[in-house]
């Protein structure tokens, strides 16, 4: 179980270096960040029972507005990145290789399910699931770099 959630973290790590990379001569408008509990936090549907289980995940960066919809076991993975813009609840997505866009409402809240901290309900989203589930401690400091992501990653699933 850890192993699937430490291969998707990598995996979504490594897509959003990719990203900055490709980026990093672009100037990019950049948001003003709400502070909001949906963004720089790893957000999963169920915690993986087997390598072969798919979870879905879904992050929303604040550094640079890019965010990923993420499906996938160890052995099996699938991602969406995208753009966005935050407005309270509100979060504006833009798909660039689809150029498709879409309003998603976003509501997070401190629960205690399914041995989870945090709940976001999203609506109005194509991508991923309606509920995720997050822990303390799963916060991701968005202006990190690629070997930094990985290991902040490696020790989220550590935690668990």
């Given amino acids: 179980m850890k192993k699937a959630l430490v291969m998707m ?31 720089d936090r790893l957000w999963i549907d169920h915690m993986p029972r087997n390598e072969r289980d798919m979870i879905q995940v879904f992050i929303a960066l604040t550094e640079e507005p890019v965010g990923i919809f993420h499906h996938g076991s160890q052995w099996k993975q699938t991602s969406e990145l995208f753009f966005h ?5 509100e979060i504006r ?33 194509s991508r991923g699931v309606k509920k995720y589930y997050s822990r303390k401690g799963w916060e991701i400091d968005s202006s990190l770099t690629r070997q930094q992501l990985e290991q902040r990653a490696e020790q989220l699933v550590n935690q668990l």
Avoid at 85 to 89: C, K, Q, R, V
Avoid at 105 to 117: G, T
């Fill in 9 to 39: 973290a990598l995996l979504s790590s490594a897509t959003y270096a990719t990203y900055r990379w490709i980026r990093s001569d672009d100037s990019a408008a950049k948001e003003t960040a709400d502070g909001s509990l949906t963004q």
């Fill in 93 to 125: 997505i833009h798909y660039p290789q689809t150029g498709e866009k879409e309003k998603v409402k976003a509501v997070a809240r401190e629960c205690s399910e399914r041995e989870m901290d945090y709940c976001l309900e999203l609506s109005g989203n």
């Fill in 85 to 89: 813009e935050t407005h309270g609840t």
